[in-house]
Antibody
Framework: QVQLVESGGGVVQPGRSLRLSCAAS????????MHWVRQAPGKGLEWVAV????????YYADSVKGRFTISRDNSKYTLYLQMNSLRPEDTAIYYC????????????????WGQGTTVTVSS | DIQMTQSPSSLSASVGARVTISCRAS??????LGWYQQKPGKAPKRLIY???TLQSGVPSRFSGSGSGTEYTLTISSLQSEDFATYYC?????????FGQGTKLEIK
């Protein structure tokens, strides 16, 4: 079955870096755009970033632009999120999510989500 | 950026009640709207896509409607397992944006 498993979360000091991974299985990973979405404690969902199926196009939320980098390795069926210059407000559960269609000419919603990995930024 | 205004932020209702949750987009989003359910400690679950299409396996008491800038999620007869938080998501353009969420609680 289609599955996404995030890893790499932890406790980190402000200003430090962390890299999250999302291992995909059960679908042709290289055909789908992939997203990161986060949720701060007790708060709503916030879209973070997307990378196109071929790794060429990427977009970010303003809140992370210039600090976070999304990437993927299609041969390893893995999505990444490199998070630099972390701030306390980056504390959240980070979910990776698969876009629902493989059409590169349109934007679709997300149909499959991982269980999330928790990032805590604190001194 | 497209802003999504979701209402109400919380809702108290009884089992068997009919409830409606709304999302308003700051500009037209051409039905590029999904609804998600999230239970505590769990990842969001897709309920509705393309504004009104029911995700496979989701009970038919859930329905979506709307067009342009106004969208609605309706639960026709609440069941105990429906008490959760609901979010809308616009995917018409980047950055994608979620509504603020509606927490549905048992009366």
């Amino acid at each position: 079955q289609v599955q996404l498993v995030e890893s790499g979360g932890g406790v980190v000091q402000p200003g430090r870096s962390l890299r999250l991974s999302c291992a995909a299985s059960g679908f042709t990973f290289s055909s789908y755009d992939m997203h990161w979405v986060r949720q701060a404690p007790g708060k709503g969902l916030e879209w973070v970033a997307v990378m196109s199926y071929d790794g060429i196009n990427k977009y970010y939320a303003d809140s992370v632009k210039g600090r976070f980098t999304i990437s993927r390795d299609n041969s390893k069926y893995t999505l990444y999120l490199q998070m630099n210059s972390l701030r306390p407000e980056d504390t959240a559960i980070y979910y990776c999510a698969k876009e629902s269609h493989s059409n590169p000419n349109y934007y679709y919603d997300m149909d499959v989500w991982g269980q999330g990995t928790t990032v805590t930024v604190s001194s | 950026d497209i802003q999504m205004t979701q209402s109400p932020s919380s809702l108290s209702a009884s089992v068997g009640a009919r409830v409606t949750i709304s999302c308003r987009a700051s500009q037209g989003i051409r039905n590029d709207l999904g609804w998600y359910q999230q239970k505590p400690g769990k990842a969001p679950k897709r309920l509705i896509y393309a504004a009104s299409t029911l995700q496979s396996g989701v009970p038919s008491r859930f329905s979506g409607s709307g067009s342009g800038t106004e969208y609605t999620l309706t639960i026709s007869s609440l069941q105990s397992e429906d008490f959760a938080t609901y979010y809308c998501l616009q995917h018409n353009s980047y950055p994608y944006t979620f509504g603020q969420g509606t927490k549905l609680e048992i009366k």
